[in-house]
């Protein structure tokens, strides 16, 4: 499956943290982008799955701040705020040389970005196979 980048060839977009201590760019279009559902990024980051836009090392800049670096499997860091605990990039050298793999709703604009393919899907919890047939509510149930 070839999957080309999105439409951002030669685009610049930022984005950062929750606290906002740490920012960065990237420059140019991602790899692809990917709904991750596997075990360790689920337990790294407390919820059912994790969208990453991958790029190439040379495309992403931190600009503000730095991160504190968890090696969570292996040779896979998870690269986070250490004020706020927003986790915000992933690098695995051994499996991934040379790619930064950027936690996409970190984005100041995640829209700019939407997913491509979800991957990982064999650790995937069950009920997310169905979750969008659930009901929805702008805001909470009770409160539109």
């Keep these: 499956m070839e999957l080309g980048g999105t439409e951002l ?5 930022a984005g950062g943290c929750h606290c906002g201590a740490v920012r960065y760019k990237v420059d140019g279009a991602p790899m692809h982008v990917a709904i991750c559902h596997c ?6 980051s407390g919820a059912p799955m994790v969208a990453w836009a991958m790029f190439k090392e040379e495309q992403f800049s931190l600009t503000q701040g730095e991160v504190t670096t968890h090696n969570s499997s292996g040779a896979s860091m998870r690269n986070f705020c250490p004020k706020c605990g927003t986790g915000v990039f992933f690098t695995n050298a051994e499996n991934l040389p040379g790619i930064v793999d950027v936690q996409s709703a970190t984005f100041d604009d995640p829209d700019q970005l939407p997913a491509q393919l979800h991957i990982q899907t064999a650790e995937r919890i069950g009920w997310t196979v169905e979750q969008h047939s659930l009901p929805e509510f702008a805001r909470f149930p009770g409160q539109e």
């Design 39 to 44: 075990t360790d990024c689920r337990k790294s």
């Design 9 to 13: 060839a030669g685009s610049e977009l």
